[in-house]
Every structure is written in structure tokens, then in C-alpha cells.
């Protein structure tokens, strides 16, 4: 490959982007759709996914809205052969489902809370790879899949009840390694983007915290915290052709944070 430009361009490919509507989602929505991709976005309230696939494409020929439940394996199988029948093939996951929706401190994890959590952030990655890699293996040319996962894989935080979400993301990490493993013969690349706080709705609710925010930034080196572009651009790279030769790997953008913790 000689063009530069082709190194990172995502034309006529099928992405699958699972909680691809608001903060990370949208942001990556909107970029691979410019990449030329063509874009399925997923989650759990249909109307907002349909609404966004619009927004970015009011033709509906490039991209397509899809509600689903990422803790119901049918449902997420369901989704994904929708997704695929639609344009006949899929060629990338990007998997953002997630987050600590049950914050409990370790001395009070309940089992119905540890199981919520792990649910969403871990068994929900298993069975959303597993139904996109039967179609990317089926079509003989492969594909990327890219989880986004949380520095929380490496690092625990201080006077939060953050167990499930940590073991979780955790494990999440050591899944990609072994999919990458797994399907390797199958020219399926795996990997996982781990940002630290990110300026999300769902990040707002700590970063709205001066003496939080002020205790973060004094870790990360780089002295801010990370924008929805940033993971855009991490993202958008290990699903582009220039990252045919990267897989099993954890990208973490942290501003330095992980070097110096």
C-alpha cells in the first residue's frame, strides 16, 4: 500500500458501533462515517440510535439505527446478523457499551450488583465479539474489533466503590488478549482503547466535582483530561488498514497517567 491516505481510510466498510449514540459512541459514529464507512449504530434505546443514524445520514443508504440489549445474548445476536444482512457483510465492532452502573464499596458489594456490572462490562464484550466474529470469519476477509475499555483496567481508584467495574474492565483486557489469540487465523484483529476520565455525559458526573477534577489532573501529566477526539483518533486507527499487523493490544490514553501510577 503506497497511499498514505488509504492507510486510514474506512470505505465501504460495515461498522457496527454497540452504544453508538452519545459521548464516545456519536463521536465515533460521525468519524467513520467520514471515513467512509458505512455505520450501524447500536443501543439499548432504539429511538436514539435511529435519530443519530439519520442526523449523520438522512438518505439512510450509509448507516442504519438498531436497538438491542447487550446483557441478552439473543438479543445481541439478533442485532448482528440485522446489521450484516443489511449490507451483506461486517467488517468492524466497536464495542462501548459499558459503565459502573452499580457503585457499591467493596465491604457492600451485593451479588446482584457485582453480577449487573460484570454483565454489562465484560459478559456483554464476550458474546458482541463472538456474533460480529462469525460474520467477519463467514465473509473471508476478516475485520477489527475495538473495545473501549478504562485506565480502572490497570489502576483502582481511591474512596470509590469502583470492584465490579475494575474487575470487569480487567478482565476485559485479558478477553481481547485471548480473542486476538483465538481468532488470529481468522485475520480478525482485537484490541482496546483505556482512556482516564473523558469529557462525557457519563464522565461529567464526577469531573462536575472541582477537588475530583483538581485530584486527577494533578496525576496526569499531560495536565487536562481526554476528549471524545482523542479515542475518536485511537479508535479510528486500530480499525483502519493501518492496523492490520496490531492485535491482543491495550491503547491507553491517559495523558501519561498510567506511566507515572
Known amino acids: 500500500m503506497t497511499d498514505l491516505a488509504e492507510f486510514f481510510s474506512l470505505r465501504d466498510q460495515v461498522a457496527l458501533v454497540a452504544g453508538g449514540y452519545g459521548g464516545i459512541g456519536e463521536a465515533v459514529c460521525r468519524a467513520f462515517a467520514k471515513l467512509g464507512a458505512r455505520v450501524a449504530v447500536a443501543g ?93 470469519a463467514a465473509g473471508g476477509r476478516g475485520g477489527r474489533q475495538v473495545h473501549i475499555g478504562s485506565v480502572r483496567s490497570l489502576l483502582a481508584l481511591r474512596s470509590r466503590g469502583f470492584a465490579a ?36 455525559p457519563q464522565g461529567e458526573r464526577f469531573l462536575q466535582d472541582p477537588a475530583f477534577l483538581q485530584g486527577v489532573l494533578a496525576r496526569i501529566p499531560l495536565g487536562r483530561i481526554g476528549e471524545p477526539a482523542d479515542v475518536v483518533a485511537a479508535v479510528a486507527y486500530l480499525a483502519s488498514p493501518a492496523a492490520s499487523f496490531v492485535t491482543g493490544q491495550t491503547l491507553y490514553l491517559d495523558g501519561g497517567l498510567t506511566a507515572t501510577q
Open 44 to 136: 439499548s434505546k432504539e429511538a436514539a440510535a435511529t435519530r443519530l443514524a439519520a442526523e449523520i445520514d438522512s438518505s439512510g443508504e450509509r448507516t442504519m439505527g438498531i436497538g438491542f440489549d447487550a446483557r441478552d445474548v439473543g438479543s445481541v445476536q439478533r442485532m448482528t446478523e440485522t446489521v450484516a444482512g443489511r449490507w451483506g457483510r461486517l467488517d468492524v465492532l466497536v464495542n462501548c457499551v459499558g459503565g459502573n452502573i452499580r457503585e457499591e464499596r467493596a465491604s457492600d458489594v451485593t451479588e446482584s450488583g457485582w453480577n449487573d456490572v460484570v454483565l454489562l462490562n465484560l459478559t456483554s464484550a464476550m458474546f458482541l465479539s463472538q456474533a460480529a466474529a462469525r460474520h467477519m
Open 165 to 200: 467495574y475494575c474487575a470487569s474492565k480487567g478482565g476485559l483486557a485479558i478477553l481481547c488478549k485471548q480473542l486476538a489469540a483465538e481468532w488470529a487465523p481468522q485475520r480478525i484483529t482485537v484490541n482496546m482503547v483505556s482512556p482516564t476520565f473523558v469529557r462525557t
